[in-house]
């Protein structure tokens, strides 16, 4: 790895750890040519996920997206930017656990809501009333009613 004092290309490992749950390595390391010390980190890159949108068209999977419309439903809300990170991180990772590498738009929508009932049912009913188009008040209506039911959330509804 090149050095970033003296842009030297050879240097050793002096210490490695895991963090980030096992999910990244630090590496202590020190330039063969100047004798400093840097430090660098190494993960996986994860598998880039491809969303099939509902008119066939494909695009690379962005979470910046995502966070937009969260951000959108979570408006005034009291939610910290750290549990929509999170969020976003277990929409991200269920997709991926899905196997496929290309995912409907549809999944991320009902993960998203499925996260979003559990975080904030104000959010959740926001989000609700754009991704599945509520025509009225008759269908926000019956949204709100199925919040109060155990195991609610119409799929693809």
Same mark, same amino acid.
């Given at each position: 790895?090149?050095?970033?004092?003296?842009?030297?290309?050879?240097?050793?490992?002096?210490?490695?750890?895991?963090?980030?749950?096992?999910?990244?390595?630090?590496?202590?390391?020190?330039?063969?040519?100047?004798?400093?010390?840097?430090?660098?980190?190494?993960?996986?890159?994860?598998?880039?996920?491809?969303?099939?949108?509902?008119?066939?068209?494909?695009?690379?999977?962005?979470?910046?997206?995502?966070?937009?419309?969260?951000?959108?439903?979570?408006?005034?809300?009291?939610?910290?930017?750290?549990?929509? %990170?999170?969020?976003?991180? /277990?929409? #991200?990772? $269920?997709? &991926? !656990?899905?196997?496929?590498?290309?995912? @409907?738009?549809?999944?991320?929508?009902?993960?998203?809501?499925?996260?979003?009932?559990?975080?904030?049912?104000?959010?959740?009913?926001?989000?609700?009333?754009?991704?599945?188009?509520?025509? %009225?008040?008759?269908?926000? /209506?019956? #949204?709100? $009613?199925? &919040? !109060?039911?155990?195991?609610?959330?119409? @799929?693809?509804?």
């Amino acid at each position: 790895m090149r050095c970033p004092f003296c842009r030297a290309r050879d240097s050793r490992v002096i210490d490695s750890r895991e963090v980030s749950g096992g999910d990244t390595i630090r590496r202590r390391r020190e330039c063969v040519e100047c004798a400093r010390r840097f430090t660098s980190y190494e993960r996986i890159e994860p598998a880039a996920l491809v969303v099939v949108k509902k008119d066939g068209r494909r695009e690379e999977f962005n979470s910046a997206k995502l966070r937009q419309k969260l951000r959108v439903a979570l408006t005034k809300r009291p939610i910290s930017e750290d549990e929509v %990170d999170a969020l976003i991180q /277990r929409v #991200e990772a $269920e997709l &991926l !656990a899905m196997g496929t590498r290309e995912v @409907p738009s549809t999944a991320i929508g009902e993960t998203a809501l499925r996260e979003l009932k559990a975080l904030d049912q104000v959010a959740y009913i926001r989000f609700a009333s754009v991704y599945r188009e509520f025509a %009225d008040l008759e269908d926000l /209506r019956r #949204e709100v $009613e199925g &919040l !109060a039911r155990p195991g609610h959330l119409r @799929p693809g509804a």
